[in-house]
C-alpha cells in the first residue's frame, strides 16, 4: 500500500572538484596575465614580454623596454645634468656644514618682561574712621506693663443650698391603683369538640391507587444510541456489504492505474464514501421510523388500559366521599348547638368582670386625686424657693459689674502712660537715625575719592603695558629678519638638490581583461543541490500520500478503527513520522502490503485514538490522530 521512500542522492566528491576547479583558476590567471601584459610599440621605444616556461604551474614572465635612439639621447643628458647638480649639492653641503657650525648670534633689542607699576591702587576708606551706626536701650524709657485682675477683686456666684432645694412628692405616701383579679368572676370555658364527635376523611387506601407510571414492558424500545432494535439490525447488514465495495473500489483503482493519493483515486474514495454516508443516512432514518411507529402503537394500548383502571377507582372514591359527607354534617350540627350554649354562659361571666373593673377603676381615680394636690402644694414651695435664688443671681451679677468698671478704668491708664512711654523711644530712635545717615554720607564721599583715584592708577597702568608691548613687536621683526639671513644659503642647497629629476619614457599604458575561471566547484554545488530539490520533492510527495491516507481514514471511514497492532503485523519497515511523533511503517498483514502507524507507540501519545477489540488486540482511530 503506497510507494517505497526515495533514497537521497550521493554526496559529490568536493575534493575532486576542488582541484578541477584549482586547475581552472591556473589556466584563467595565466590567460589573464598573457591578454594583460601586450608587446607595446611606442614613440618612445619598444616593450616586450617573454614566458620561462620551465615550470609549467608557475611560469616566470620577463619585460624588456627598448628605447629610441633619440629618447635614448635625451635619457643621457638627463642623468648627465642630475650628475653635476649632485656635484653642486656636493659643493651646498659644505657650505650648510660651515653655516650649521657657526652658532647664532641675535644683536637685536630685547623684550621688555616688566615696567613701572604707576601710582598705587586706594583700596577705600575704613568703617572704624567715621564711627559704628547705633540703636536706643529700650530700658531707659520704662516698660510697658498690664493691669492686675486681683487688684479690683475677683466675681462671684450664688449658692443654690442658700435658698432651700426643689422637691417631688413620693408616690409612697398615697395608696396604690389597683387591678381586679379575673378569677374572682369566674373563668369563660371553651367546649370539647370531641363531646360530640369527630368528623372523618376519605382513605385512599380503601380504593386502591391510580396508575401513574404505565407498564411499558411490552412496548417497543426507542432507539436511545445508534444501533439499537430495527436500526441496528439493517446498519449490520450494510456494515459489511459497503466494506467489500469500498475494497473492490480500492482495488478496482488501483489495478486502473490510479495510486492512492492521487486526484482520480483521492475523488473516487470521496464519492464512494459519499455514498456510505447516504446510506448509512437512509438506513437510520428506517430504522427509527419503525422504531417511532412499534413505541407510539405499544405505548397507546398502555394508556389506554390505565385510564380505565383508573376511571373506576374514581367512581368508588366519589361515592365514600358522599356518605362520609353527611356523616361530618351531622357531627358539625351538635357542635354548633354546644358552643352557642357555652357562648351564654361566658356572656355572663364577661359582664360579672365588667361590673368589678368599674368599681375598682372609680377608687383609682380617688387616688390619683389626692395625688395631684400634693403635686401642686409642692410645685408652690419649689415655685417661692427659685425667686429667693434669682434674685440672689441679680444681686451678684451687679457686684460683678461694679468690678468689672474698675478693671476697665485702670487698663485705660495703663494704656494712656504706655503709649507715652512709646512716643518718648520714637524720638530717640528719629534721632539716632539722622546721627546714623550722616555717618554713612561720609563714607560715601570717602569712597568716590578713593574710586577716581584707583581710575588714575588704571589708565597708567595701561600705558605703561601699551608701551612694553610695542617694544616686543620691534624685538620679534628684528629676530625674525636675522633668522631669515640664516636660512637663505639652506635653502638654495636644498633647490639646488631638488631642481632637475630624470624622467624616464612612459609607455602607453594598456588594459587587458580579466578571464574568470571555470565555475567547475560550485557546477558541483549546484549538482549536489539539484539532487536534494528532487529528493525533497519526492519526499513532499511521499508526505502528500501520508496525508492522504490519514485524510481518507478521517473523512471516509471516521467511525472504523485499523487493526494497527504490532503483533498482527511482519516484514516491519519504517518510512517517515507522524505529525503526532509516531513512526509510520510497512508492513505486512493480512497477505498484503500495508502502510500505518503502530497501536502500541500510539498508546503514549494519544491514548484515546487507540481501541482494545473483543480478542486483546489493539484497533487505532486514525480519524482521531
Known amino acids: 500500500m503506497g510507494k517505497k521512500t526515495p533514497a537521497p542522492p550521493p554526496a559529490p566528491d568536493y575534493g575532486a572538484a576542488a582541484t578541477a576547479q584549482g586547475s581552472a583558476n591556473l589556466k584563467a590567471g595565466l590567460q589573464t596575465a598573457g591578454i594583460s601584459n601586450p608587446n607595446i610599440i611606442s614613440p618612445y621605444g619598444n616593450q616586450t614580454v617573454s614566458w620561462d616556461m620551465s615550470n609549467p604551474d608557475m611560469p616566470t614572465p620577463t619585460i624588456t623596454q627598448t628605447l629610441t635612439p633619440d629618447a635614448q639621447a635625451a635619457l643621457n643628458a638627463q642623468q648627465r ?148 432494535t430495527g436500526q441496528q439490525a439493517i446498519l449490520q447488514r450494510l456494515a459489511p456489504q459497503m466494506q467489500r465495495q469500498r475494497e473492490g473500489l480500492r482495488t478496482q483503482l488501483v489495478n486502473q492505474g490510479f495510486r492512492p493519493g492521487t486526484e482520480a483515486y483521492n475523488r473516487a474514495m470521496e464519492q464512494q464514501g459519499q455514498q456510505e454516508n447516504d446510506m448509512f443516512t437512509q438506513a437510520a432514518m428506517q430504522g427509527i421510523g419503525l422504531d417511532m411507529s412499534a413505541n407510539q402503537q405499544g405505548f397507546g394500548q398502555a394508556a389506554t388500559a390505565a385510564g380505565l383502571y383508573n376511571q373506576g377507582l374514581g367512581q368508588d372514591f366519589g361515592q365514600g366521599l358522599a356518605a362520609l359527607q353527611a356523616s361530618n354534617q351531622a357531627i358539625g350540627q351538635n357542635f354548633g348547638q354546644g358552643l352557642s350554649s357555652q357562648q351564654l354562659k361566658n356572656a355572663a361571666v364577661s359582664q360579672n368582670f365588667g361590673q368589678g373593673l368599674q368599681a375598682q377603676q372609680l377608687r383609682n381615680q380617688s387616688i390619683d386625686q389626692n395625688m395631684r394636690n400634693a403635686l401642686m402644694a409642692q410645685n408652690s414651695q419649689n415655685d417661692a424657693i427659685n425667686q429667693n435664688f ?27 502712660q504706655n503709649d507715652a512711654i512709646n512716643a518718648n523711644f520714637g524720638n530717640a530712635m528719629s534721632a539716632q537715625g539722622m546721627n546714623n545717615a550722616a555717618m554713612q554720607q561720609n563714607y560715601g564721599q570717602a569712597g568716590n575719592i578713593a574710586g577716581l583715584y584707583n581710575s588714575a592708577a588704571a589708565q597708567q597702568y595701561n600705558q605703561n603695558m601699551q608701551g612694553a608691548q610695542f617694544g616686543n613687536m620691534a624685538s620679534d621683526q628684528a629676530l625674525a629678519r636675522a633668522m631669515q639671513l640664516r636660512s637663505q644659503p639652506l635653502n638654495e642647497i636644498t633647490a639646488l638638490m631638488g631642481a632637475s629629476q630624470i624622467q624616464n619614457p612612459q609607455f602607453q599604458g594598456y588594459t587587458g581583461a580579466n578571464v574568470n575561471a571555470a565555475p567547475v566547484y560550485q557546477a558541483a554545488g549546484d549538482q549536489a543541490k539539484y539532487g536534494m530539490d528532487v529528493y525533497g520533492q519526492q519526499m513532499a510527495a511521499r508526505n502528500a500520500n501520508m496525508a492522504a491516507l490519514g485524510s481518507v481514514a478521517g473523512a471516509g471511514m471516521g467511525m472504523f478503527n485499523f487493526t494497527s497492532d504490532v503483533r498482527l503485523k511482519s516484514n516491519i519497515e519504517r518510512v517517515g513520522t507522524h505529525a503526532n511523533g509516531v513512526g509510520v511503517y510497512e508492513y505486512d498483514i493480512d497477505g498484503h502490503r500495508e502502510r500505518g502507524v503502530m497501536a502500541q507507540e500510539v498508546l503514549h501519545v494519544k491514548p484515546e485514538a487507540v481501541i482494545m477489540r473483543d480478542d486483546g488486540f489493539y484497533m487505532v482511530n486514525y480519524g482521531a490522530l
Do not use: C, H, W
Open 390 to 416: 434669682g434674685r440672689g443671681v441679680t444681686s451678684q451679677q451687679l457686684t460683678n459689674q461694679s468690678i468689672g468698671q474698675n478693671f476697665g478704668q485702670g487698663a485705660t491708664a495703663q494704656q494712656m
Open 81 to 228: 645634468v642630475q650628475r653635476e647638480f649632485a656635484d653642486f649639492g656636493s659643493q651646498g653641503i659644505g657650505n650648510a656644514q660651515k653655516i650649521l657650525g657657526t652658532p647664532f648670534d641675535y644683536q637685536g633689542p630685547g623684550i621688555q618682561t616688566s615696567f613701572d607699576q604707576g601710582p598705587g591702587v586706594n583700596y577705600g576708606p575704613k568703617m572704624g574712621e567715621y564711627g559704628i551706626a547705633q540703636g536706643i536701650d529700650a530700658n531707659k524709657f520704662g516698660q510697658n506693663r498690664g493691669v492686675n485682675a486681683g487688684d479690683y477683686g475677683q466675681a462671684g456666684s450664688v449658692n443654690p443650698n442658700d435658698y432651700g432645694q426643689s422637691r417631688g412628692i413620693n408616690y409612697g405616701d398615697f395608696e396604690q391603683a389597683l387591678s381586679i383579679g379575673a378569677g374572682d368572676f369566674g373563668l369563660a370555658n371553651a367546649i370539647n369538640a370531641n363531646e360530640f364527635g369527630l368528623a372523618s376523611g376519605m382513605r385512599d387506601a380503601k380504593y386502591g391507587s391510580a396508575q401513574r407510571n404505565l407498564n411499558l414492558s411490552g412496548v417497543a424500545n426507542m432507539p436511545v444510541n445508534a444501533g439499537m
